[in-house]
């Protein structure tokens, strides 16, 4: 099945603010990691007009796989007193954003496989996603729902929705740097996501040209 133009935006700021905060919980993440050179890997994938879901997974589980061997490799060589963290963008990278036709949006399993791995060995994993700060709760509950620990979720607050997306995804990098951490990987399907710096490895998922968000 071709991904069809009115499949494309389905993200969860397409959705009414108010419907969303009536799904939004509690939610008590705590922000917080440190800088290094980048390096990148990024997905062999198909021509954007032969998308379906099937494809897409492919793409990013061949992303993923080289991932989960150089975190492996990584996390075993972890210094005396470092803190490691991963820092993902969330819509059709930890979360089936135009898949995922349903709330909570399923994960996207190439991911979770390798959070998971990372959580497990004593990995922070934080989120910094375009999404605006209205639905914060939701997308943090989201997150916890399908698996991820969330150490830390960055989202744009008023202000930060005049900025440039690079320019924002950025400077929370740094700020996690602040609070301590090695970053020892990025990972997003947007060149916005993964551009300037502040992470030791970058892992770029398909985005077919901006078809998928």
Request: charged share 20%; aromatic share 10%.
């Given at each position: 099945?071709?991904l069809r133009p009115w499949?494309?935006?389905?993200?969860?700021?397409?959705?009414?603010?108010?419907?969303l905060a009536a799904l939004?919980?509690?939610?008590?993440?705590?922000?917080?990691?440190?800088?290094?050179?980048?390096?990148?890997?990024?997905?062999?994938?198909?021509?954007?007009?032969?998308?379906?879901?099937?494809?897409?997974?492919?793409?990013?589980?061949?992303?993923?796989?080289?991932?989960?061997?150089?975190?492996?490799?990584?996390?075993?060589?972890?210094?005396?007193?470092?803190?490691?963290?991963?820092?993902?963008?969330?819509?059709?990278?930890?979360?089936?954003?135009?898949?995922?036709?349903?709330?909570?949006?399923?994960?996207?399993?190439?991911?979770?496989?390798?959070?998971?791995?990372?959580?497990?060995?004593?990995?922070?994993?934080?989120?910094?996603?375009?999404?605006?700060?209205?639905?914060?709760?939701?997308?943090?509950?989201?997150?916890?729902?399908?698996?991820?620990?969330?150490?830390?979720?960055?989202?744009?607050?008023?202000?930060?929705?005049?900025?440039?997306?690079?320019?924002?995804?950025?400077?929370?990098?740094?700020?996690?740097?602040?609070?301590?951490?090695?970053?020892?990987?990025?990972?997003?399907?947007?060149?916005?996501?993964?551009?300037?710096?502040?992470?030791?490895?970058?892992?770029?998922?398909?985005?077919?040209?901006?078809?998928?968000?």
């Amino acid at each position: 099945m071709t991904l069809r133009p009115w499949a494309r935006r389905i993200a969860v700021s397409t959705v009414s603010a108010a419907a969303l905060a009536a799904l939004a919980v509690p939610a008590d993440a705590a922000t917080t990691a440190t800088s290094t050179s980048t390096a990148s890997t990024t997905a062999t994938t198909a021509a954007a007009e032969d998308v379906d879901y099937d494809t897409w997974q492919k793409d990013c589980q061949a992303v993923m796989d080289q991932a989960l061997l150089d975190l492996k490799q990584r996390i075993a060589n972890t210094k005396p007193g470092e803190k490691q963290a991963i820092v993902f963008d969330i819509d059709n990278t930890t979360l089936e954003t135009d898949f995922g036709f349903s709330y909570p949006q399923p994960a996207n399993k190439p991911v979770l496989e390798v959070a998971k791995y990372a959580q497990e060995h004593g990995v922070s994993l934080f989120f910094v996603t375009a999404r605006p700060g209205i639905i914060y709760s939701v997308t943090d509950y989201n997150l916890k729902h399908v698996g991820y620990q969330v150490s830390g979720l960055y989202v744009r607050s008023f202000v930060d929705l005049f900025k440039n997306v690079a320019d924002y995804k950025t400077a929370q990098r740094v700020d996690i740097e602040s609070k301590g951490y090695t970053i020892i990987a990025n990972i997003g399907n947007s060149a916005t996501d993964l551009s300037g710096g502040h992470a030791e490895k970058t892992y770029k998922l398909p985005d077919y040209d901006g078809q998928l968000s």
